[in-house]
């Protein structure tokens, strides 16, 4: 079995002498033998005790704390929890940082894009990409919301053909005008734009968006408010009062 003098375990577990001296004076890290010149030795249990110490220790739990957990009949159990309730920090932690990488990137992508950027030109970047997920997130429970939809207009036209039966579709297309309608309502409700000219958020009449050209990130409208007509950035507009 391998044993370790004080030194050797702190380099193991990136500590210093003075550290592992510290535990053993206060009764958490008591070395498993001596050596015949007195020098303390420690065991690779010892090793894994300073291990979940060190890691304890991260965690800013005070000595006295970590003392009581280990004297615990199953002191893994409440371990086992801390490592737990670290990693869901942990990922919390990376997911904020990779969502700002993401904003990062893409106003980079934005600005290598855009010739002569200037000061509005970024601030409309920021705003474009502040809400992309909230858009993208609309927009795929839209499509989800007419699966359905479509279901039945196959379901209906096949009917049709082979019973030469057409109330099915008559439902079908009732059906999915209505939910046009009020998909198109929410739609438009939710969205403003980014006038390129002014740099201004306006959010167009229902009809004007409605039959407005458009790409799947830019329609063609007129600006509120300096009157400019063209292809203008679709942003998340949130809930229109």
């Not at 079995?1 to 004080?6: G, K, L």
């Not at 006295?64 to 004297?71: F, G, N, R, T």
């Amino acid at each position: 079995m391998s044993q370790y003098t004080t030194g050797e375990l702190a380099k193991l577990c990136g500590v210093t002498v003075r550290t592992v001296q510290y535990y053993d004076s206060r009764g958490i890290l008591i070395p498993s033998a001596l050596s015949e010149g007195g020098r303390r030795l420690y065991s690779e249990e010892d090793l894994k005790r300073l291990k979940i110490i060190c890691f304890l220790r991260e965690l800013d739990l005070p000595i006295d704390a970590i003392s009581q957990i280990l004297k615990e009949e199953h002191p893994e159990k409440l371990i086992l929890l801390l490592i737990e309730q670290q990693e869901k920090a942990l990922l919390d932690e990376i997911a904020a940082k990779e969502e700002t990488l993401e904003k990062l990137r893409g106003l980079k992508s934005g600005l290598k894009s855009k010739a002569g950027f200037s000061f509005e030109s970024i601030g409309d970047i920021a705003v474009f990409m502040e809400g992309r997920k909230k858009l993208k997130r609309m927009r795929w429970t839209m499509i989800l919301s007419g699966i359905p939809l479509s279901a039945l207009q196959w379901f209906s036209v096949i009917y049709w053909i082979t019973k030469g039966v057409w109330g099915p579709f008559v439902l079908w297309a009732a059906a999915a005008a209505v939910w046009g309608t009020v998909v198109s309502r929410y739609y438009f409700h939710h969205v403003k734009y980014i006038c390129p000219e002014c740099h201004k958020v306006f959010r167009p009449t229902l009809k004007e968006a409605f039959w407005a050209n458009h790409t799947p990130t830019a329609r063609k409208l007129r600006c509120s408010a300096c009157g400019h007509k063209g292809f203008c950035v679709e942003i998340w507009g949130g809930e229109a009062k």
